[in-house]
């Protein structure tokens, strides 16, 4: 079992950053790890995954903006986010696959509790 702790969430300017990290209690070496988000009233959304191999995958909505990275040595996870939108503003949560690539949050056994992102206008 691995637990999961997502940090760094705030509130920020429209296009402005933040750095959001995910600290695994176990080693995250071979899972894949996702970030999703949840907008109020809304259905969580996939934002992005990776695995081991540098490979990573993001919704279209946040391609070009967003980076996903992971040290698999601290087992910390992150998320880069750039150019932020109001429509960015969500919780976000870190979520761990044994399944890599997946972008269904169905695919991913062990989630955060999230921690919530607010860009203003």
């Known amino acids: 079992q691995v637990q999961l702790v997502e940090s760094g969430g705030g509130l920020v300017q429209a296009g402005g950053s933040l750095r959001l990290s995910c600290a695994a209690s176990g080693r995250i070496s071979t899972y894949g790890m996702g970030w999703f988000r949840q907008a109020p009233g809304k259905e969580r959304e996939f934002v992005a995954t990776s695995w081991s191999g540098g490979i990573t995958q993001y919704a279209d909505s946040v391609k070009g903006r967003f980076t996903s990275s992971r040290d698999n040595v601290k087992n910390t996870v992150y998320l880069q986010m750039n150019s932020l939108k109001p429509e960015d503003t969500a919780i976000y949560y870190c979520?761990?696959?044994?399944?890599?690539?997946?972008?269904?949050?169905?695919?991913?056994?062990?989630w955060g509790r999230g921690t919530q992102v607010t860009v203003s206008s």
């Open positions: 979520a761990a696959s044994t399944s890599w690539g997946s972008r269904h949050a169905l695919n991913y056994g062990y």
